[in-house]
């Protein structure tokens, strides 16, 4: 009997396709997440939005918030540690959390290099604007990738240029000859085996969802058709008016995502979503999806 | 021969690719009238809860169990296992109440708990199968007609069989051994 295998750990991000992540603050957010069809949730300190409100330093959150929360629902629960920071990582897998979200949404601890995730038992998420950037966690041991997005901004179009992103180079490198291979390695910056890898089964070679602005159930239903496994919601459902009836809605919708008349009709109804932030605006040197590398 | 595999959410493709290398037709089921073709249903692993919320929702709670008592064969593993069984222990999920047994959620503990081992499953022949476990559940109790497949080395039971309903705890779809859905078609042709 042996724990904490690839096939356990990538398996695990298997189990969660076709569903939502959602980002919960305390048990009683977690509560609704769960009952409203949740796949998993991501316990935070803070949403995005307030994150990228508040300024300052954003670290692991408290464990106290993690655990209350694992003991209030049995859907996987999740937790977020810096870029680079092992230690936090480490308190988190002691914590006995589901999956480790190594994510540019926390202050990186390291400018330089992301935590070496083989050694872990529990798997890592690890964000992505690229195919390269995809690869290179997948190569330090990240067991499930999600595209950047912006976090916290409700504006879907980062996640969207990620996505795209993704899918168009693994649709580039499936056509590409073997000869070709190295150079489009070198090109990436990623690892060549695991280049050899996306060439040979035409995608990731874990699982891959969206993140970063998803607000409405069209949104989750856009990143779908365009790619993605699943969804990660972060600010979207509990800054909205009605987060209960939000987040049944883009769960539907992530199901039901090639049925237009299923989308037309949860999107009825679902109040106020969250206040959207034109990216432009935002200074760049605030960019989430900018930290790590 | 037509197979559905219920598609609400988790593991779905992974059957599919499965059932296609065995030269089945299988398509993916999420609204209750694309059961209705359908021959047999698989229902994957994934989240209970998701699962179990989107096939109220779309009124398949229903339909699936009203097929699987006319005789429709179905092949449930993990959350396929916890669906199918009469109860669970301690959780309020809606059931499809088929099979005669009591399921426990998350048996083995959280994601760092999940583990492989390799199993002994005398219907399936001497060769070991590869058992993947994640976040699984367990049998804990059963009763009459229901027949039990595989037990980890303490007596554990993983595997169990009533009539034309397969439930295991584990993952063949995340595997390369295909004897476990190739019996499943053999319960559907009515070979075993």
């Known amino acids: 009997m042996e724990t904490g295998t690839w096939k356990v750990k990538a398996g695990l991000a298997q189990m969660l396709k076709g569903g939502v992540i959602m980002d ?73 959390v589901d999956y480790i979200d190594e994510s540019e949404v926390l202050t990186p601890a390291d400018e330089s290099h992301h935590v070496w995730k083989h050694d872990f038992k529990v798997p890592f998420v690890c964000g992505c604007r690229d195919l390269g950037e995809a690869l290179r966690r997948v190569g330090e041991g990240a067991a499930m990738i999600r595209t950047k997005g912006e976090a916290g901004t409700g504006n879907i179009v980062e996640a969207v240029r990620h996505i795209r992103a993704v899918m168009d180079n693994i649709r580039k490198l499936m056509n590409t000859p073997e000869e070709e291979l190295m150079t489009q390695a070198k090109e990436l910056g990623a690892p060549f085996e695991l280049v050899v890898e996306v060439h040979k089964i035409g995608k990731l070679p874990v699982v891959n969802f969206a993140a970063g602005g998803v607000a409405t159930p069209a949104d989750a239903a856009l990143m779908m058709q365009l790619g993605a496994e699943g969804v990660f919601v972060g600010s979207g459902i509990f800054k909205s008016s009605n987060p209960e009836v939000r987040a049944r809605a883009i769960v539907k919708a992530t199901t039901n995502y090639q049925d237009p008349a299923i989308i037309a009709e949860v999107s009825k109804n679902l109040g106020d979503a969250m206040t959207g932030l034109d990216i432009k605006q935002i200074p760049s040197e605030e960019l989430m999806a900018q930290r790590g590398w | ?170 993952h063949p779809e995340l595997t390369t051994d295909l004897r476990f859905h190739h019996y499943f078609l053999d319960i559907m042709t009515g070979n075993c």
């Open chain 1, 24 to 96: 919960v603050v305390t048990p009683e957010h977690a509560k609704i997440a769960e009952e409203s069809g949740a796949c998993a949730v991501m316990a935070l300190e803070r949403v995005p939005a307030d994150i990228r409100a508040d300024g300052g330093v954003a670290r692991m959150a408290d464990p106290t918030v993690i655990e209350a929360i694992m003991k209030t629902v049995s859907i996987p629960v999740m937790a977020k540690c810096r870029i680079g920071h092992f230690v936090e990582a480490r308190a988190l897998e002691a914590l006995g």
């Open chain 2, 1 to 170: 021969m037509k197979i559905g595999v219920l598609a609400s959410q988790g593991a779905f493709a992974e059957h599919i690719s499965i059932l296609e290398q065995l030269d089945v037709e299988a398509v993916p089921v999420r609204l209750p009238e694309e059961l209705r073709g359908v021959d047999g249903l698989v229902i994957p692993g994934g989240e209970t809860t998701t699962i179990s919320r989107l096939m109220s929702a779309y009124n398949l709670v229903n339909e699936i169990s009203s097929r699987a008592k006319e005789g429709m064969p179905m092949f449930g593993t993990c959350t396929g296992m916890i669906l199918m069984a009469r109860e669970v222990a301690g959780n309020g999920v809606e059931l499809l109440g088929l099979m005669n047994m009591i399921v426990k959620r998350n048996a083995f503990g959280r994601q760092r708990e999940s583990f492989e081992v390799e199993l002994s499953i005398p219907v399936l022949g001497k060769e070991p199968f590869p058992g993947v476990f994640i976040r699984a559940p367990i049998i804990e109790h059963f009763d009459g007609g229901v027949e039990i497949l595989a037990r980890l080395d303490d007596s554990t039971c993983v595997a169990a069989r009533q009539k034309n309903l397969l439930a295991v705890a584990f």
